[in-house]
């Protein structure tokens, strides 16, 4: 921005409406002082001349009163002009004119000429001439003219316009506008749609990968940055405060001057009181080249929602060939919104998707479709849906709705890029009420269903049971007499299609508790007893004749903790070391359980979490014996001024003192002494750089039962390298474990500007590779460009290969198929090159 004109030697001070000569009006300021006129201090004193040089020009400056008063120590009463009501005192919004000449007609006119510098309240106008007309508050200016207010700046030859409300014009303009949008580095929160599912199974990812990440429904207002734009424009029409009318006119994001990509438009508003621009015939350019027409067309000026086509998103793929989405988006309301997504696939043919999301004051939710009339690759109508649902209905009441499907087996795999959606084969759909008339009381009902994908007919996939319904009750009340009092009770009715193989029945479960704690800042001791009841009811008669089973098995737990701390300095920083030995007693009595079927249960993994733990087996089908001891070691760091926790070790060892007898089919019963080595560490090791592993050690076929490790290196965002693997021993075939597997992934600066990305997950089991991605980032002043590929493994048929390109314009929009969602989900720590601090270094550090 061209910098402030330099300030005479001296300035006089006068006011028009006096109808005083400029010498009076001076000697006049010199008697009263100037406390009420602008500070001026720099530019008050008189220079003398020095010999031999020219006589120097005194500039002149007038303070107007713009309701037209006299001046405020004048005698008389003031002047009422349009209507205004007389004042006691000046306007809160003086108007102060500066130039090296002035005359006019006082109390009407005056013309200033030369450096002329007109200030009223947040406007500033520099300009060769200014004609001043007081009694319509208007500005008539020419020469080298430049107004600066509310921050935008306009540079015209010539610019008309009314001062109080902005009314007026300016033609072949120069324009540069900064206003406040939403921070680039914020994620708007939004309400997330969540509601409980059953054994943990996940509900499943958004099918709508379009939308950009601005479109939500933000719960959290975002922090504020400027953003600026600039242009040119033959005319600009003034239409009051925060309203742009221009006509034959560019628009830009880029730094004035540097209009690496525009907009260019025959009529142009730009309305920043609805953040909305509207334009018509217009083009888009980048780089001197037309890529888009728009005969009409609208744009938000704030990164917020609002109504219209987003982005396109286009992309090829082996599976789909050429793939085009056009988004529209319509923004019902401030917590209602839909998108509507046309999609056209070369190899499939035309696909319809919506989706629509709602936000109340107790309830929230969302909807989406998505309807192939007829794929050309199967010749059948193809579709998928998911609805979600959450609502509190009041007096301890809520209810929550999740249920989804698709029309086939490969739904996922041929129309979905992402590598957790193609791999998910089970999809719950539920209902839910839940009720809690108490804080230590909650009571839900549940009705569960599945569908069950098989992608893959050689290796199928087992239905589960469905719970039509399930009814649970937990309860927990603290500090009864010093002890701590609860319970579980659940009523489930399972359900199969395959009735044959599957029977189906009732389980009636009861499980009180009471536990005493003993807690001091130094160590805690809590003991629990309880006793765990469970009723079968079948449909068909059990192998003894009978279709009922009653089970009884008391459970004693005794769980102690003790706490040591140190203070220690590492790496030049100050922590807590603690040192967390821990003990862990389980006694369950044995109970023959081989003719109680297996409706929800299976062997849980073995870890720190499981080891702590008084069941071995996931639901209530199975309550393993126990007469086990578990000891484990912790170690953290702590920053010793937040206590924030920044590196944590453990290891871990069961002792059994009984052999196992319980076991579900197909397990081995356990008949050493001792469980596997758990052992983990995760936080920082090393500046910038973290480490997570897990480890677990068989000592009985002395080899490693599971292993994993992951490190990431991240010195600032924008750079950022991860290496994992993970291993997992199969105990029926030592030569071909069950996962044996390595990820390679990273971001990170090549050159100046330009971002390499890419993921390698490979299976050395299979020798097949899982997903390779591959990209390069370049991100300049006001644009960014996207190139990244990504082959993608399928359960049955072919790899697929995708090709995503996509422009974006910084606080515009952006052209082509987004990898966005891609590479945040497939790189941790992945950064947005033009949203970095600084964006484009190579060198720079946090």
Same mark, same amino acid.
């Given at each position: 921005?061209?910098?402030?004109?330099?300030?005479?030697?001296?300035?006089?001070?006068?006011?028009?409406?006096?109808?005083?000569?400029?010498?009076?009006?001076?000697?006049?300021?010199?008697?009263?002082?100037?406390?009420?006129?602008?500070?001026?201090?720099?530019?008050?004193?008189?220079?003398?001349?020095?010999?031999?040089?020219?006589?120097?020009?005194?500039?002149?400056?007038?303070?107007?009163?713009?309701?037209?008063?006299?001046?405020?120590?004048?005698?008389?009463?003031?002047?009422?002009?349009?209507?205004?009501?007389?004042?006691?005192?000046?306007?809160?919004?003086?108007?102060?004119?500066?130039?090296?000449?002035?005359?006019?007609?006082?109390?009407?006119?005056?013309?200033?000429?030369?450096?002329?510098?007109?200030?009223?309240?947040?406007?500033?106008?520099?300009?060769?001439?200014?004609?001043?007309?007081?009694?319509?508050?208007?500005?008539?200016?020419?020469?080298?003219?430049?107004?600066?207010?509310?921050?935008?700046?306009?540079?015209?030859?010539?610019?008309?316009?009314?001062?109080?409300?902005?009314?007026?014009?300016?033609?072949?303009?120069?324009?540069?506008?900064?206003?406040?949008?939403?921070?680039?580095?914020?994620?708007?929160?939004?309400?997330?749609?969540?509601?409980?599912?059953?054994?943990?199974?996940?509900?499943?990812?958004?099918?709508?990968?379009?939308?950009?990440?601005?479109?939500?429904?933000?719960?959290?207002?975002?922090?504020?940055?400027?953003?600026?734009?600039?242009?040119?424009?033959?005319?600009?029409?003034?239409?009051?405060?925060?309203?742009?009318?221009?006509?034959?006119?560019?628009?830009?994001?880029?730094?004035?001057?540097?209009?690496?990509?525009?907009?260019?438009?025959?009529?142009?508003?730009?309305?920043?009181?609805?953040?909305?621009?509207?334009?018509?015939?217009?083009?888009?350019?980048?780089?001197?080249?037309?890529?888009?027409?728009?005969?009409?067309?609208?744009?938000?000026?704030?990164?917020?929602?609002?109504?219209?086509?987003?982005?396109?998103?286009?992309?090829?793929?082996?599976?789909?060939?050429?793939?085009?989405?056009?988004?529209?988006?319509?923004?019902?309301?401030?917590?209602?919104?839909?998108?509507?997504?046309?999609?056209?696939?070369?190899?499939?043919?035309?696909?319809?998707?919506?989706?629509?999301?709602?936000?109340?004051?107790?309830?929230?939710?969302?909807?989406?479709?998505?309807?192939?009339?007829?794929?050309?690759?199967?010749?059948?109508?193809?579709?998928?849906?998911?609805?979600?649902?959450?609502?509190?209905?009041?007096?301890?009441?809520?209810?929550?709705?999740?249920?989804?499907?698709?029309?086939?087996?490969?739904?996922?795999?041929?129309?979905?890029?992402?590598?957790?959606?193609?791999?998910?084969?089970?999809?719950?759909?539920?209902?839910?009420?839940?009720?809690?008339?108490?804080?230590?009381?909650?009571?839900?009902?549940?009705?569960?269903?599945?569908?069950?994908?098989?992608?893959?007919?050689?290796?199928?996939?087992?239905?589960?049971?469905?719970?039509?319904?399930?009814?649970?009750?937990?309860?927990?009340?603290?500090?009864?007499?010093?002890?701590?009092?609860?319970?579980?009770?659940?009523?489930?009715?399972?359900?199969?299609?395959?009735?044959?193989?599957?029977?189906?029945?009732?389980?009636?479960?009861?499980?009180?508790?009471?536990?005493?704690?003993?807690?001091?800042?130094?160590?805690?001791?809590?003991?629990?007893?309880?006793?765990?009841?469970?009723?079968?009811?079948?449909?068909?008669?059990?192998?003894?004749?009978?279709?009922?089973?009653?089970?009884?098995?008391?459970?004693?737990?005794?769980?102690?903790?003790?706490?040591?701390?140190?203070?220690?300095?590492?790496?030049?920083?100050?922590?807590?070391?603690?040192?967390?030995?821990?003990?862990?007693?389980?006694?369950? %009595?044995?109970? /023959? +359980? @081989?003719? =109680?079927?297996?409706?929800?249960?299976?062997?849980?993994?073995?870890?720190? #979490? !499981?080891?702590?733990?008084?069941?071995?087996?996931?639901?209530?089908?199975?309550?393993?014996?126990?007469?086990?001891?578990?000891?484990?070691?912790?170690?953290?760091?702590?920053?010793?001024?937040?206590?924030?926790?920044?590196?944590?070790?453990?290891?871990?060892?069961?002792?059994?003192?009984?052999?196992?007898?319980?076991?579900?089919?197909?397990?081995?019963?356990?008949?050493?002494?001792?469980?596997?080595?758990?052992?983990?560490?995760?936080?920082?090791?090393?500046?910038?750089?973290?480490?997570?592993?897990?480890?677990?050690?068989?000592?009985?076929?002395?080899?490693?039962?599971?292993?994993?490790?992951?490190?990431?290196?991240?010195?600032?965002?924008?750079?950022?390298?991860?290496?994992?693997?993970?291993?997992?021993?199969? %105990?029926?075939? /030592? +030569? @071909?474990? =069950?996962?044996?597997?390595?990820?390679?992934?990273?971001?990170?600066?090549? #050159? !100046?500007?330009?971002?390499?990305?890419?993921?390698?997950?490979?299976?050395?089991?299979?020798?097949?590779?899982?997903?390779?991605?591959?990209?390069?980032?370049?991100?300049?002043?006001?644009?960014?460009?996207?190139?990244?590929?990504?082959?993608?493994?399928?359960?049955?048929?072919?790899?697929?290969?995708?090709?995503?390109?996509?422009?974006?314009?910084?606080?515009?929009?952006?052209?082509?198929?987004?990898?966005?969602?891609?590479?945040?989900?497939?790189?941790?720590?992945?950064?947005?090159?033009?949203?970095?601090?600084?964006?484009?270094?190579?060198?720079?550090?946090?």
């Amino acid at each position: 921005m061209p910098g402030f004109p330099r300030r005479p030697l001296a300035v006089f001070v006068c006011c028009l409406f006096a109808g005083m000569q400029a010498s009076h009006a001076a000697d006049d300021i010199r008697q009263q002082g100037v406390a009420d006129a602008e500070p001026a201090a720099d530019r008050s004193a008189e220079v003398p001349p020095v010999a031999g040089d020219e006589p120097v020009t005194l500039r002149k400056e007038r303070r107007f009163n713009v309701l037209g008063g006299r001046q405020a120590n004048a005698p008389g009463p003031r002047a009422n002009v349009g209507g205004v009501k007389p004042q006691n005192k000046d306007d809160e919004h003086p108007l102060f004119l500066i130039a090296d000449k002035m005359d006019g007609q006082a109390d009407r006119l005056t013309i200033a000429e030369g450096d002329v510098e007109l200030r009223k309240a947040g406007a500033l106008l520099f300009a060769d001439r200014v004609a001043y007309r007081v009694i319509e508050d208007e500005v008539e200016a020419s020469g080298n003219v430049r107004l600066m207010q509310d921050g935008a700046t306009v540079e015209t030859p010539y610019l008309r316009m009314r001062l109080a409300d902005q009314i007026g014009h300016a033609d072949k303009v120069q324009y540069h506008i900064v206003r406040q949008v939403d921070s680039k580095f914020y994620r708007p929160g939004r309400t997330v749609v969540t509601v409980a599912s059953s054994n943990g199974v996940t509900n499943g990812a958004p099918m709508m990968l379009n939308v950009p990440d601005g479109y939500g429904l933000p719960t959290t207002s975002p922090p504020r940055r400027p953003s600026s734009a600039s242009g040119q424009a033959e005319r600009v029409d003034f239409e009051g405060e925060n309203q742009f009318r221009f006509s034959t006119a560019t628009y830009s994001t880029c730094k004035p001057g540097r209009d690496e990509w525009r907009l260019q438009a025959e009529e142009m508003h730009l309305d920043y009181d609805r953040q909305v621009a509207d334009v018509r015939h217009a083009s888009l350019w980048f780089q001197e080249a037309p890529i888009l027409y728009l005969p009409a067309g609208s744009f938000s000026l704030n990164r917020q929602r609002k109504s219209g086509i987003l982005q396109p998103s286009v992309s090829t793929s082996s599976n789909n060939g050429f793939d085009v989405t056009v988004p529209y988006y319509w923004n019902i309301a401030p917590d209602y919104d839909a998108t509507l997504y046309p999609r056209y696939m070369a190899k499939r043919g035309f696909q319809f998707g919506g989706e629509a999301r709602y936000l109340g004051s107790s309830f929230n939710g969302v909807t989406r479709a998505e309807y192939l009339p007829k794929d050309e690759q199967t010749e059948e109508r193809r579709y998928a849906y998911h609805i979600q649902h959450q609502h509190s209905l009041g007096r301890g009441f809520s209810a929550a709705v999740n249920w989804q499907g698709v029309s086939d087996d490969t739904y996922w795999e041929d129309l979905s890029s992402g590598l957790i959606r193609t791999s998910q084969t089970q999809l719950p759909r539920h209902l839910t009420l839940g009720y809690t008339p108490y804080s230590w009381l909650q009571v839900s009902t549940q009705v569960l269903r599945y569908q069950t994908l098989q992608p893959d007919p050689e290796n199928p996939i087992i239905q589960p049971y469905f719970l039509e319904p399930r009814v649970n009750v937990t309860a927990y009340k603290a500090n009864v007499l010093n002890t701590d009092l609860s319970m579980i009770g659940e009523y489930s009715r399972f359900t199969h299609p395959d009735t044959v193989k599957y029977p189906n029945g009732d389980r009636l479960v009861l499980y009180p508790q009471v536990s005493l704690p003993i807690v001091h800042p130094a160590f805690q001791i809590t003991p629990k007893f309880g006793v765990h009841m469970t009723r079968y009811q079948m449909d068909k008669s059990l192998a003894d004749g009978s279709q009922s089973l009653t089970r009884t098995l008391p459970i004693f737990t005794l769980d102690s903790t003790v706490t040591f701390e140190r203070e220690m300095s590492w790496l030049d920083k100050n922590y807590v070391q603690t040192l967390e030995p821990r003990l862990y007693y389980v006694n369950i %009595p044995y109970r /023959e +359980q @081989k003719d =109680i079927p297996l409706f929800d249960t299976a062997l849980s993994d073995f870890n720190f #979490a !499981q080891m702590f733990s008084e069941n071995r087996y996931s639901g209530f089908d199975r309550i393993n014996d126990a007469n086990q001891l578990t000891a484990a070691l912790t170690t953290r760091l702590l920053d010793a001024s937040t206590g924030a926790e920044r590196f944590k070790a453990m290891i871990g060892q069961r002792y059994y003192f009984e052999p196992q007898r319980v076991a579900i089919n197909g397990e081995s019963t356990r008949q050493d002494n001792f469980s596997n080595l758990v052992a983990a560490v995760s936080g920082a090791v090393l500046p910038k750089t973290y480490v997570d592993a897990a480890w677990e050690y068989n000592y009985d076929a002395g080899a490693n039962e599971r292993f994993s490790v992951g490190a990431r290196f991240q010195p600032e965002l924008g750079k950022v390298l991860s290496a994992s693997y993970r291993f997992t021993r199969d %105990p029926l075939n /030592e +030569q @071909k474990p =069950i996962i044996d597997q390595f990820d390679i992934a990273g971001q990170w600066p090549i #050159a !100046q500007r330009w971002y390499a990305v890419g993921r390698f997950n490979y299976s050395l089991r299979d020798s097949q590779l899982l997903e390779a991605i591959g990209g390069i980032e370049y991100n300049d002043d006001c644009w960014s460009v996207r190139v990244v590929a990504q082959r993608l493994a399928a359960l049955s048929g072919s790899p697929n290969t995708t090709l995503f390109l996509q422009l974006e314009l910084n606080d515009f929009g952006s052209i082509g198929s987004t990898p966005l969602g891609l590479l945040r989900r497939s790189i941790p720590g992945y950064g947005k090159t033009n949203e970095l601090p600084d964006s484009g270094s190579l060198l720079s550090t946090q």
